[in-house]
């Protein structure tokens, strides 16, 4: 449709096409590449409740953005699924012409009381965050008190009831989980039929501690994995694919490297960021966001929400991870648990 052309492309030619809206700033872990608890510990204030976007105001900026030509929506948080009732808002997202996907990304540990009523609502597919199959490693990783286990019910309710393909979001730090968990993880997906995605440790935010010794390169990882089941490199299965896909060649399933260090994919980037109070971000590493809810609040009508949005996504720029460099991670970036991974 026209409306799907307009005002849609931004500096460099890349199309908006994917938006990932936090709902909530809350999470019940505190990974250390997050959310640390010396940052994130028991004083810190979260956001009060009339400052997030309602599900109302979502699904409005959600039939905007369509009609600027978004087709995917990724749910996320903080924890999304301490939000209540998120199966309402999934229900009043996939009802909105011309979105095609909706996914979210969660750590799992509250997905098996919920996974039925996302599915029937019309959630597709799930990400889950996990880092390590190791009871005390991932109790170190996560700084949560949740068991492992809660989390697998979780994984396994998601499959149980058809939310497929089960991506496995997997954050490799030289030192921490580079080894053993490296390949549990490998073999958990193999086993059970799940994607992992293996990420490279990035710097977002300022509060990780972040440093370039800790990165394991996409192409390290690749070549443990292969020393034990040989893979190979597939296509995309769309452009502008975040994750570098390798196949298994004895045929039991595939991997995704997220190589956002050594291997930006800038130049692809079709995505938008929208936090729980509304800011519309260009880029995970941007410093700052574009205020809409305050819009949203106004007696601005659709018309004038979307000139906003296309004005916004016109003069983006970025390209933070094709100029990154040890000496940019200080930068002033917004927190990952602000506006999700």
Not at 28 to 57: I, K, T, W
Request: glycine share 8%; proline share 3%; net charge positive.
């Amino acid at each position: 449709m026209p409306a799907a052309q307009s005002g849609s492309t931004d500096r460099f030619g890349r199309r908006l096409r994917d938006l990932r809206i936090s709902v909530t700033d809350r999470c019940n872990f505190r990974c250390r590449y997050c959310m640390p608890r010396e940052v994130f510990g028991a004083d810190h204030q979260f956001l009060d409740r009339a400052e997030l976007l309602s599900f109302e105001e979502i699904t409005r900026l959600v039939r905007v953005f369509a009609e600027l030509g978004v087709r995917k929506i990724r749910l996320t948080g903080g924890e999304l699924l301490l939000r209540r009732n998120l199966e309402d808002l999934v229900a009043m997202i996939s009802a909105v012409p011309g979105i095609e996907d909706i996914a979210l990304t969660t750590n799992a540990s509250l997905l098996a009381a919920k996974a039925q009523e996302l599915r029937e609502a019309g959630l597709r597919r799930v990400t889950v965050s996990l880092d390590s199959l190791d009871e005390q490693h991932f109790a170190q990783i996560s700084d949560t008190r949740v068991p492992l286990s809660q989390v697998l019910r979780g994984i396994e309710a998601a499959r149980r009831v058809g939310l497929a393909p089960i991506k496995i979001n997997s954050v490799i730090k030289r030192g921490v989980n580079d080894g053993d968990d490296l390949l549990r993880l490998a073999e958990f997906g193999r086993e059970h039929g799940h994607i992992v995605r293996f990420i490279e440790y990035m710097d977002v935010g300022t509060t990780n501690g972040w440093r370039m010794t800790d990165v394991i390169p996409a192409k390290e990882v690749v070549e443990r994995i292969n020393a034990v089941w040989p893979v190979e490199p597939t296509e995309a299965h769309y452009p502008g694919e975040v994750a570098r896909r390798y196949r298994y060649l004895d045929g039991r399933g595939e991997i995704g490297l997220i190589t956002s260090v050594t291997q930006p994919f800038c130049q692809s980037c079709t995505r938008a960021r929208l936090s729980a109070q509304g800011e519309l971000f260009t880029c995970l590493f941007a410093a700052r966001g574009h205020d809409l809810r305050a819009l949203v609040r106004s007696t601005a009508s659709d018309a004038e929400l979307k000139d906003r949005i296309s004005g916004i996504w016109q003069r983006r720029s970025d390209r933070y991870s094709e100029l990154r460099t040890s000496g940019t991670a200080p930068r002033s970036k917004v927190e990952m648990s602000y506006i999700g991974g």
